[in-house]
């Protein structure tokens, strides 16, 4: 259906993307000077595209459906049935007013002051040791979600659940042993999940994002049942400590490049400048629900679009050297640019763009804020980031030592 849109050389290209990684599609679009071209993965037909106009395309309110657009085995782990993702139109809408409607400027402040007071306890606990901050910020990060959502980690098996939330995104992008044990803990973190919002619904007293999602009443007028509740908690619960993986990359650019100026606006840039640069959704995949028109090729009713996020992060016809670390580049704006896409494009309402963006950034600026006041040490170690893993962690986790800042 593509005429104009060049065709990448070979039969299929699944191999070539998992094992090229966040380089894949990039390396397409320069050899063949192109921000579109076709292919096949696994075994079907797709097109892949990146940059502002491309964005503007794919974000087209009612255009595409993210239904059959993404493998399963990442779905299954990441969203699941019944869950925002996968609702289109009216019903996509009404859920989607729900989520956004966690992110005023009080529970963002919230978010912040939360994960002040986790990151100085944890700092606390860390004197005199090196520690792996990887495997630290799951547990942290567990304890501000859980917070942040109005459950009590006092109450609950903390750990436990933080390994079963951790498990989650990072073995989104894996397949075989890693992929199954995730899925078995995800059973586990559902049935914890359902066991919470029939509590809330029980007692009728629950409040915080936890009451408002055993409340959320859906387009048809109908509570949703206690499985979609539960994924939906698991949905906010999990990019949380997802967050974690940019905390650490915040830690790894700082240690970098320097922590640059202070102030405000500075960590806001600097936490733009981590979600711009490093590597975190390679791609997000649609199929077209109304046919159009694009670059002169037509699109036809459940064909197959993948819109390179990282690769639009790096366009070089959007951004002035992509590979550079510039927090710079993001001070005094006045909206997001198109290009900058980490956590998907378009309008939040009518879209699938990441409702929880506001809330990575808040959590973010707060981290940036607290890594410039700690005064921290990182040993030599081998600090590059894998290409084919999603997302991607420095082998030894990036081991550190942290200490308060001097009273
Ligand atoms: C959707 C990335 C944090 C909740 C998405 C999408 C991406 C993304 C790429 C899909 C966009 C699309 O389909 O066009 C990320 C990254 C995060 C993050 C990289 C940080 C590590 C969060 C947080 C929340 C959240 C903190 C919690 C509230 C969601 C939900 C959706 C979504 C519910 C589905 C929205 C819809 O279908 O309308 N995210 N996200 N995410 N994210 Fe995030």
Same mark, same amino acid.
């Given at each position: 259906s593509a005429a104009t849109i060049p065709q990448a050389r070979g039969? %299929?290209?699944? !191999? !070539?993307?998992?094992c090229e990684g966040y380089h894949y599609a990039p390396r397409r679009f320069e050899q063949m000077n192109t921000d579109a071209f076709t292919t096949r993965i696994m075994l079907r037909p797709v097109t892949c595209v990146r940059g502002p106009e491309a964005v503007e395309m794919f974000y087209e309110a009612g255009r595409m459906t993210r239904r059959g657009a993404m493998p399963s085995t990442v779905v299954a782990l990441l969203q699941d049935k019944g869950s925002v993702q +996968?609702?289109? &139109?009216? !019903?996509h809408r009404v859920r989607k007013e729900m989520f956004l409607d966690m992110m005023d400027a009080m529970r963002l402040d919230e978010a912040r002051r939360l994960f002040r007071e986790e990151w100085r306890a944890a700092v606390s606990g860390w004197q005199g040791r090196e520690i792996v901050l990887d495997e630290e910020l799951d547990v942290m990060m567990t304890r501000l979600a859980m917070r942040w959502c109005g459950i009590d980690p006092a109450t609950q098996d903390v750990e436990r659940r933080a390994t079963e939330l951790a498990t989650m995104y990072r073995a989104a992008?894996?397949? &075989?042993p890693a992929y199954l044990r995730a899925r078995a803990l995800r059973r586990r973190s559902e049935r914890w999940a359902r066991h919470l919002v029939r509590d809330a619904r029980a007692q009728a007293k629950a409040s915080g994002v936890l009451g408002t999602l055993a409340g959320h009443r859906d387009a048809d007028g109908a509570l949703m049942s206690e499985e979609v509740a539960a994924v939906e908690l698991l949905n906010v619960l999990r990019p949380i400590v997802a967050v974690g993986r940019y905390v650490l990359f915040a830690a790894h650019a700082m240690h970098l490049h320097g922590a640059g100026d202070a102030g405000e606006e500075a960590d806001r840039a600097f936490a733009e400048?981590?979600?711009r640069l490093y590597p975190f959704f390679p791609m997000i995949g649609g199929r077209v629900l109304e046919p159009f028109d694009w670059h002169g090729a037509r699109f036809d009713r &459940?064909?197959? #679009?993948?819109? %390179? #996020?990282?690769? +639009?992060?790096h366009d070089p016809s959007a951004w002035s050297k992509p590979e550079a670390f510039r927090p710079e580049r993001h001070l005094g704006f006045v909206s997001q640019p198109e290009a900058m896409v980490p956590q998907g494009g378009g309008s939040y309402l009518q879209n699938h763009r990441c409702p929880g963006e506001w809330l990575s950034v808040a959590i973010l600026t707060e981290a940036v804020s607290q890594l410039r006041l700690s005064d921290r040490s990182v040993p030599e170690q081998d600090l590059s980031l894998p290409a084919s893993e999603f997302p991607p962690v420095p082998r030894e986790g990036l081991r550190m030592s942290v200490a308060p800042p001097a009273p």
């Open positions: 039969p %299929d290209h699944t !191999a !070539a993307f998992l +996968t609702l289109d &139109g009216h !019903a992008g894996k397949l &075989g400048e981590v979600r &459940g064909d197959w #679009l993948l819109l %390179d #996020l990282h690769g +639009t992060n």
